[in-house]
Protein backbone atom coordinates (compact mmCIF):
# COMPACT_ATOMS: atom_id res chain seq x y z
CA UNK A 1 0.00 0.00 0.00
CA UNK A 2 0.92 3.78 -0.94
CA UNK A 3 1.89 5.03 2.35
CA UNK A 4 1.34 9.17 2.79
CA UNK A 5 3.00 10.37 6.08
CA UNK A 6 2.78 13.92 7.50
CA UNK A 7 5.29 14.67 9.95
CA UNK A 8 3.00 16.00 12.74
CA UNK A 9 -0.83 15.31 13.92
CA UNK A 10 -0.95 18.18 15.79
CA UNK A 11 0.93 21.30 15.94
CA UNK A 12 0.29 24.96 17.60
CA UNK A 13 2.15 27.88 16.28
CA UNK A 14 2.47 31.39 17.19
CA UNK A 15 0.87 34.40 14.65
CA UNK A 16 3.63 35.80 12.42
CA UNK A 17 5.77 32.56 13.04
CA UNK A 18 7.29 30.50 9.66
CA UNK A 19 5.68 27.12 9.66
CA UNK A 20 6.74 24.25 7.25
CA UNK A 21 4.12 21.03 7.41
CA UNK A 22 6.08 18.20 5.71
CA UNK A 23 4.63 15.18 3.63
CA UNK A 24 6.74 12.10 2.36
CA UNK A 25 4.92 9.18 -0.05
CA UNK A 26 6.77 5.85 -0.30
CA UNK A 27 5.39 4.99 -3.66
CA UNK A 28 7.66 6.90 -6.28
CA UNK A 29 4.22 9.14 -7.69
CA UNK A 30 5.15 11.90 -9.58
CA UNK A 31 1.89 14.52 -8.14
CA UNK A 32 1.78 15.43 -4.40
CA UNK A 33 -0.95 18.32 -3.40
CA UNK A 34 -1.36 20.15 -0.22
CA UNK A 35 -4.99 20.81 0.35
CA UNK A 36 -6.71 22.34 3.36
CA UNK A 37 -9.71 21.08 5.01
CA UNK A 38 -12.49 23.30 6.97
CA UNK A 39 -15.88 22.82 7.80
CA UNK A 40 -18.66 23.03 5.23
CA UNK A 41 -15.76 24.09 2.82
CA UNK A 42 -14.92 20.64 2.08
CA UNK A 43 -11.23 20.16 0.63
CA UNK A 44 -9.72 23.24 -1.14
CA UNK A 45 -6.29 22.60 -3.19
CA UNK A 46 -3.45 24.70 -2.05
CA UNK A 47 -0.71 24.25 -4.20
CA UNK A 48 0.33 20.93 -6.41
CA UNK A 49 3.24 19.64 -7.90
CA UNK A 50 3.72 17.32 -10.63
CA UNK A 51 7.47 17.16 -10.64
CA UNK A 52 10.59 17.72 -9.14
CA UNK A 53 11.48 21.46 -8.71
CA UNK A 54 8.23 21.91 -10.14
CA UNK A 55 5.13 23.80 -8.25
CA UNK A 56 1.59 24.75 -9.61
CA UNK A 57 -0.46 27.30 -7.27
CA UNK A 58 -4.20 26.06 -7.04
CA UNK A 59 -7.67 27.60 -5.72
CA UNK A 60 -6.12 29.29 -2.41
CA UNK A 61 -2.23 29.84 -2.66
CA UNK A 62 -2.78 33.02 -0.82
CA UNK A 63 -0.17 33.12 1.97
CA UNK A 64 1.50 30.09 0.98
CA UNK A 65 4.40 28.76 -0.35
CA UNK A 66 5.91 24.91 -1.77
CA UNK A 67 8.98 23.21 -2.44
CA UNK A 68 9.70 19.81 -3.88
CA UNK A 69 13.49 19.27 -3.85
CA UNK A 70 12.74 15.35 -3.56
CA UNK A 71 10.63 13.27 -5.69
CA UNK A 72 9.04 11.77 -2.07
CA UNK A 73 8.82 15.18 -0.25
CA UNK A 74 6.25 17.84 -1.09
CA UNK A 75 6.95 20.83 2.01
CA UNK A 76 4.20 23.38 2.52
CA UNK A 77 5.46 26.46 4.14
CA UNK A 78 3.37 29.41 6.12
CA UNK A 79 5.95 32.24 5.80
CA UNK A 80 4.00 34.27 8.39
CA UNK A 81 1.07 32.34 10.39
CA UNK A 82 -1.85 34.07 10.72
CA UNK A 83 -5.08 32.92 12.72
CA UNK A 84 -7.03 32.09 9.99
CA UNK A 85 -4.51 29.63 8.83
CA UNK A 86 -6.04 27.72 11.35
CA UNK A 87 -6.96 24.61 9.33
CA UNK A 88 -6.81 21.08 8.99
CA UNK A 89 -3.40 20.32 6.32
CA UNK A 90 -3.90 16.90 3.90
CA UNK A 91 -1.16 16.22 1.68
CA UNK A 92 -2.03 13.53 -0.91
CA UNK A 93 -0.13 11.71 -4.01
CA UNK A 94 -1.27 10.08 -6.84
CA UNK A 95 0.57 8.28 -9.82
CA UNK A 96 -1.60 10.10 -12.07
CA UNK A 97 -4.76 10.72 -14.35
CA UNK A 98 -7.99 8.66 -12.66
CA UNK A 99 -6.00 6.93 -10.25
CA UNK A 100 -7.42 8.63 -7.52
CA UNK A 101 -5.08 10.76 -4.38
CA UNK A 102 -3.59 8.81 -1.31
CA UNK A 103 -4.35 11.23 1.74
CA UNK A 104 -2.24 11.33 4.89
CA UNK A 105 -3.79 11.32 8.14
CA UNK A 106 -3.89 15.34 7.96
CA UNK A 107 -1.77 17.85 10.22
CA UNK A 108 -4.26 20.38 12.45
CA UNK A 109 -2.71 23.47 13.10
CA UNK A 110 -3.70 26.04 15.50
CA UNK A 111 -2.43 29.28 14.98
CA UNK A 112 -2.62 31.76 18.31
CA UNK B 1 -16.47 25.58 -14.58
CA UNK B 2 -16.24 22.26 -12.69
CA UNK B 3 -18.17 21.68 -9.35
CA UNK B 4 -18.92 19.08 -7.01
CA UNK B 5 -22.43 19.46 -5.27
CA UNK B 6 -23.50 17.20 -2.28
CA UNK B 7 -26.61 18.75 -1.05
CA UNK B 8 -26.89 17.10 2.42
CA UNK B 9 -24.76 18.43 5.11
CA UNK B 10 -25.78 15.99 7.74
CA UNK B 11 -27.75 12.79 7.49
CA UNK B 12 -28.87 10.45 10.47
CA UNK B 13 -29.76 7.24 10.08
CA UNK B 14 -30.32 3.84 12.24
CA UNK B 15 -27.93 1.22 12.08
CA UNK B 16 -29.35 -1.87 9.81
CA UNK B 17 -31.09 1.07 7.70
CA UNK B 18 -30.18 1.31 4.00
CA UNK B 19 -27.89 4.92 3.00
CA UNK B 20 -27.94 7.03 -0.15
CA UNK B 21 -25.70 9.77 -0.65
CA UNK B 22 -25.84 12.09 -3.11
CA UNK B 23 -23.36 13.87 -5.56
CA UNK B 24 -23.97 15.78 -8.32
CA UNK B 25 -21.15 17.08 -10.34
CA UNK B 26 -20.27 19.61 -13.37
CA UNK B 27 -17.85 18.30 -15.73
CA UNK B 28 -17.92 18.83 -19.79
CA UNK B 29 -15.97 16.49 -20.20
CA UNK B 30 -16.16 11.77 -19.27
CA UNK B 31 -15.48 12.61 -15.87
CA UNK B 32 -13.40 10.17 -13.29
CA UNK B 33 -15.69 10.56 -10.22
CA UNK B 34 -14.79 9.23 -6.47
CA UNK B 35 -15.72 9.05 -3.37
CA UNK B 36 -13.48 9.01 0.03
CA UNK B 37 -14.79 8.89 3.92
CA UNK B 38 -12.70 10.95 6.53
CA UNK B 39 -13.11 9.22 9.90
CA UNK B 40 -12.54 11.70 12.72
CA UNK B 41 -8.94 12.64 13.02
CA UNK B 42 -7.92 10.71 10.22
CA UNK B 43 -7.23 11.03 6.51
CA UNK B 44 -9.52 10.61 3.58
CA UNK B 45 -9.55 6.92 2.66
CA UNK B 46 -10.82 6.07 -1.15
CA UNK B 47 -13.99 3.80 -1.05
CA UNK B 48 -14.40 3.34 -4.89
CA UNK B 49 -13.87 5.33 -8.25
CA UNK B 50 -15.70 5.30 -11.49
CA UNK B 51 -13.60 5.65 -15.07
CA UNK B 52 -15.54 4.18 -17.59
CA UNK B 53 -17.79 0.85 -18.17
CA UNK B 54 -20.47 -0.11 -15.86
CA UNK B 55 -22.26 2.47 -14.14
CA UNK B 56 -22.69 0.67 -11.12
CA UNK B 57 -19.24 0.72 -8.82
CA UNK B 58 -18.47 -1.90 -5.79
CA UNK B 59 -16.19 0.08 -2.98
CA UNK B 60 -14.51 -1.33 -0.15
CA UNK B 61 -17.14 -1.55 3.18
CA UNK B 62 -19.89 -2.70 1.16
CA UNK B 63 -20.74 0.00 -0.57
CA UNK B 64 -21.81 1.32 -4.55
CA UNK B 65 -22.17 4.04 -6.61
CA UNK B 66 -24.29 4.28 -9.75
CA UNK B 67 -23.14 6.73 -12.36
CA UNK B 68 -25.83 8.83 -14.51
CA UNK B 69 -24.91 10.69 -16.76
CA UNK B 70 -28.16 12.15 -17.24
CA UNK B 71 -28.36 13.15 -14.41
CA UNK B 72 -24.87 13.80 -13.54
CA UNK B 73 -24.72 12.52 -10.63
CA UNK B 74 -22.60 9.65 -8.42
CA UNK B 75 -25.13 8.72 -5.46
CA UNK B 76 -23.25 6.81 -3.14
CA UNK B 77 -25.42 3.61 -1.64
CA UNK B 78 -25.27 1.22 1.09
CA UNK B 79 -27.90 -1.88 1.87
CA UNK B 80 -27.49 -1.70 5.64
CA UNK B 81 -25.29 0.72 7.84
CA UNK B 82 -23.41 -0.41 10.36
CA UNK B 83 -22.29 2.01 13.54
CA UNK B 84 -18.75 2.14 12.22
CA UNK B 85 -19.73 3.51 9.08
CA UNK B 86 -20.41 7.20 10.76
CA UNK B 87 -18.03 9.08 9.33
CA UNK B 88 -17.74 12.26 6.94
CA UNK B 89 -18.01 11.31 3.21
CA UNK B 90 -16.62 13.35 0.41
CA UNK B 91 -17.43 12.84 -3.31
CA UNK B 92 -14.57 14.35 -6.05
CA UNK B 93 -14.19 14.32 -9.61
CA UNK B 94 -11.39 14.12 -11.21
CA UNK B 95 -10.79 17.30 -13.85
CA UNK B 96 -8.04 18.77 -16.54
CA UNK B 97 -7.42 22.08 -15.76
CA UNK B 98 -4.48 24.17 -17.68
CA UNK B 99 -3.15 20.68 -18.84
CA UNK B 100 -3.21 19.74 -15.28
CA UNK B 101 -5.12 16.53 -13.44
CA UNK B 102 -6.89 17.77 -10.15
CA UNK B 103 -9.39 16.49 -8.14
CA UNK B 104 -12.62 18.55 -7.14
CA UNK B 105 -14.29 18.08 -3.76
CA UNK B 106 -17.92 18.66 -2.37
CA UNK B 107 -18.14 19.79 1.17
CA UNK B 108 -18.79 16.61 2.28
CA UNK B 109 -21.54 15.26 4.17
CA UNK B 110 -21.28 13.93 7.81
CA UNK B 111 -23.34 11.05 8.53
CA UNK B 112 -24.45 10.06 12.23
CA UNK B 113 -25.56 6.28 13.10
CA UNK B 114 -28.04 5.60 15.65
CA UNK B 115 -28.16 2.45 17.54
Known amino acids: DVKVTQSSRYLVKRTGEKVFLECVQDMDHENMFWYRQDPGLGLRLIYF???????EKGDIPEGYSVSREKKERFSLILESASTNQTSMYLC???????????FGSGTRLTVV | AQSVTQPDIHITVSEGASLELRCNYSYGATPYLFWYVQSPGQGLQLLLKYFSGDTLVQGIKGFEAEFKRSQSSFNLRKPSVHWSDAAEYFC?????????????FGAGTRLAVHP
Open chain 1, 92 to 102: ASSSGEGYGYT
Open chain 2, 92 to 104: AVGTISGGYNKLI
Open chain 1, 49 to 55: SYDVKMK
